[in-house]
């Protein structure tokens, strides 16, 4: 006689770092994170541009360094004390990503992550992962990997036909 087993997976929490940008809360996968740097301590050369902050070294990795508080506010804000620099592992390549700062770990169930309203269909932005709820708190998650490898050409196009 066979038995049936009722016992399924144990349902795995994700974790998510949040990072503060322009007042929101926004949080990327901890296995895209190498490590966290304040802006100050990173050894930087090469010119600035508007999103890229130029190249910076860190343990020995030369990489690129990408404002996002440009990229999501479109307004060039100073570092401060409190400016972070989230080193990520991509698939592509190793990367730091200047942010106002780095706020915890947050750990959530499949449940807790909902779709963002109006981001679906051909209005969607597949780099959205969806709304993170914890404890009263929205994140929203991005996927670091697609939201990087958006080609410029795309998003010009994208702002023209707006």
């Known amino acids: 006689m066979h038995t049936i087993s009722t016992q399924s997976a144990p349902i795995v929490k994700m974790e998510f770092l949040s990072f503060q940008l322009g007042g929101m809360e926004y949080g990327v996968d901890c296995r895209k994170v190498k ?3 304040t802006f100050q301590s990173l050894e930087r050369f090469a010119a600035d541009g508007a999103i890229v902050k130029g190249v910076a070294v860190s343990r020995g990795v030369i990489m690129p360094l990408v404002d996002m508080r440009v990229a999501f506010n479109e307004r060039a804000a100073s570092p401060g004390p409190l400016t972070d620099v989230i080193i990520l592992q991509l698939s592509s390549c190793v990367m730091g990503m200047v942010v106002d700062g780095v706020t915890d770990v947050v750990r959530l169930y499949p449940d807790q992550i909902t779709p963002i309203p109006g981001m679906t269909g051909e209005n969607g932005c597949d780099y959205l992962v969806g709304l993170g709820d914890a404890d009263g708190r929205r994140l929203i998650l991005v ?7 958006i080609r410029r050409e795309t998003v010009a196009g994208a702002q023209k036909a707006a």
């Open 35 to 37: 490590e966290l740097r």
């Open 143 to 149: 996927d670091i990997d697609k939201l990087m490898s």
